[in-house]
């Protein structure tokens, strides 16, 4: 079942335009994998994306789509969801896309919980527009913009979603797209907003942070004994002592998400509601107004 | 007719309860049977600065403030000052003499009457209670009886307990009664027919409108941020949505606001922001989304007075080139512009209606003494019978689905079709898994920049709206065929236009009235017809430009004999205004 999903979701995907050796295959690869594992097939999946390179994902995934603007694919995924609670709704997007014009997007779905997956690619760099400075570039790195070395800090994404109350913060690297896949279940899975943090080089126009560079420098927790990931100040400090370089489930926690705040919101899709109802209680309605 | 309206207001600083006041007043009057029409003088502040609220009160509907003011309640000297220049000769001002002494320029022929408001709240209440004193004073002198407002006080303090209600009651009694002995200034109120006398109407404002037409055409989603005047959409929606299982979101700004509601028309739900000016500058890029991905949107925009923050207390018509130009590229979109509440409500479904069909945004303009005037509304002018709602090309099952694969043997979501319009498939059918994007693209939405079809998807979408004609029903007109004088507006300024045509007509001039309800794509023929038939053709706005007549010039042709009448200073019009713009002309 879940080998046959896999090619039904290449079957549906446009053929791609990144460069060879783009860590955004493994990415786009392992949430193929992953939803397949679910037994997810793509009709039922909605993959929201903003613009960069990062805004191929959904043409690659062969899910249904949905192609926003710059830094917007959180409102549109959110608002999907919200619209019809039984899709899968993932968004994806890059370090430009989301940490950059999308911030405050970013911050924002962190705290309402929406029950969707926010997959960023995070390479450092911009890529589509030909090399410039990142919001996550590091302070010093030198592009085309920042001839004379960045002059700011990088955004910290994993802290800034823990602060925000997150209920499931990963991390993940391109070079190892088997626990990648095996990430994105879980955040599929998790019931409200999940983000993933994913490393993935761009061979192209970032030669300082090389797959080999980050083999080297990621620290996976997996492999670390005793690490957990339902401590949030735990996560902080290991975050931080790390400066961010991890890879693995950093912290999970059980939350009710936004729709299980809704008062009214209907076990049943909305998008399925009978739309004629309120012209029968036109007396009630008119009531409030009286 | 005007001389049988009564026009009331009660002005004060900021904070002091003004606009519960005249609410109080206004609803009390509305449920006895009386046509009421308020208007809110506000600020962007919460405390301090000046405040009115003017209720008109009338035995017929009426559309505006009206221009005269028959008694003025002043819990300050700013109040008698600023409302000066409205009071009719005859008229009186009841002021707090607790607080201060009230003084009006000599020679005008107004009663002021002096009654210590605040000290007789305190004795008998509570200082904030002397709104209540202002009330049965009012109603005293008006022809009121004293229990008038028993049942709005049993409604609204019932819940605190009968002490409160009783306190309330004998506020408003002694405000009555000192008014009676202290005064013999009276002015009765209009006649009311029999009728009339009781009738259940309604009471609404062009924003509570909005949000009722929404909900009953289906709105299901409704995203937006904060701003006024558009805000009480939120109140009312907040109301109406969550029996139906809606959702009213606050989003983090506007940008999010409307990328979240084409977010949830993609998925199958209708969905609408609401906004003023500031918030659809935020909104220009979704708009261009919205017209290149062909998703339906529905954005009202409650107009306010610009550039950039203005003032936001204050109405203005000066967004209607922002609603129509505005977002880089071409793309196709209509623009409605309800007149009265009754229109905002109707073009709800519409604006619905008209998104799914033609899959493009849809922004319903209303001004803000629409949006924020409250007003009473004859119940079978809400006439849900008349809501019925049509999806377009929107494919909802697996069969439908599959008959489209029988044809084209896959679905394609832009697919080229003679009337350019293709079928929406809902994300979650089998066999229709699709892209939809602000990218150019294919039938299949793939993305491309091959020119060929970059140009027929650029006609595809321009093509689509040709079956719109606007012409029918967009236009309402009053008066005699060849006018020597037309006189036309849109939004909110219907009311006046109509009453000058009125005095006009009395005054022996031939008048009529033209009320243009869509702005983009505007019913050129139509108005091209009036106007050509028109000896003379002025055009009533509040902006600078003169927008419409510049849309006029554009899509109808240049008329020397057309001309604008513009008001811009965030005041609505005066019926005096506009017959002297006219007697100005003709």
Redesign the interface.
Known sequence: MAVNLVTEYKE?A?SSTWCPGCGDFAVVAAMQKALAALEL????V?A?TG?GCSGKF??YL????????HG?S???????K???R??TVIAAGGDGDGYGIGI??FL?AVRRNVDITYVVMDNHIYGLTTGQTSPTSKKGFVTKTTPYGAAEYPIRPLELALAGGAGFVAQGFSGDPKQLAEIMKQAVQHKGFSLINVYSPCVTFNHEETYEWWRQNLVNLDQEQGYDATDRTAAFRYVYEHNGLLRGVIFREERRDYQSE?????A?A??R?D?????K??AE??A??? | MTNADFNWKVGGAQGEGIDSTGEIFALTLHRMGYYVYTYRHFMSLIKGGHTNYKVRISPVQRRHRGDGLDLLVAFDQGSIDFSLPEMSPGSAIIYDSTSFEGRIPEGRNITLIPIPLTQMARDLGMVIMKNMVAIGASAALVGLPQDAFEGYLEERFGKKGDAVVETNRKVLAAGYNYALEHTDWRKPLPGLPEASKGKKRLFMHGNDAVALGAVVAGCRVVAAYPITPATEILYSVLKLLPKYGGVVLQAEDEIAACQMAIGANYAGVRAMTSTSGPGLSLMSESLGLSGASETPLVIVDVMRAGPSTGMPTKTEQADAFHAIYSAHGEIQRIVLAPSTVEDAFYDMQRAFNLADKYQVPVIVLVDLVLGLSKQTVDLEDIDFERIAIDRGKLLTTKDEVDAVVARLGHYKRYELTEDGISARALPGLEDAVHMVLSYEHDEEGNEMEERGMRVKQTRKRFNKMRSLNMDEWALRRTGPQNPDLLLVGWGSTEGQLEEAREQLTAGGLKVAHLQVGALYPLPAAAIRKEIEAAGKVLVFENNYEGQLLELIKQKVGHYDKVQASLKFDGDPFYVSEVVAMVKEVA
């Not at chain 1, 097939?41 to 039922?44: M, N």
């Not at chain 1, 062969?62 to 603007?69: D, H, I, K, P, R």
């Not at chain 1, 809704?262 to 209907?266: E, H, I």
Request: avoid cysteine.
């Open positions: 549906h446009q097939p793509p009709h039922q909605v929201v613009i959904n043409y062969g899910a249904n789509g949905f192609n926003s603007l917007r959180l409102p549109v995924a959110q608002a999907i919200i619209a019809n039984d899709l405050g997007h924002h809704l008062p009214g919101y209907a049943e909305l998008v509601q739309l004629s109802q309120p012209v209680d036109r309605l008119l409030a107004f009286m």
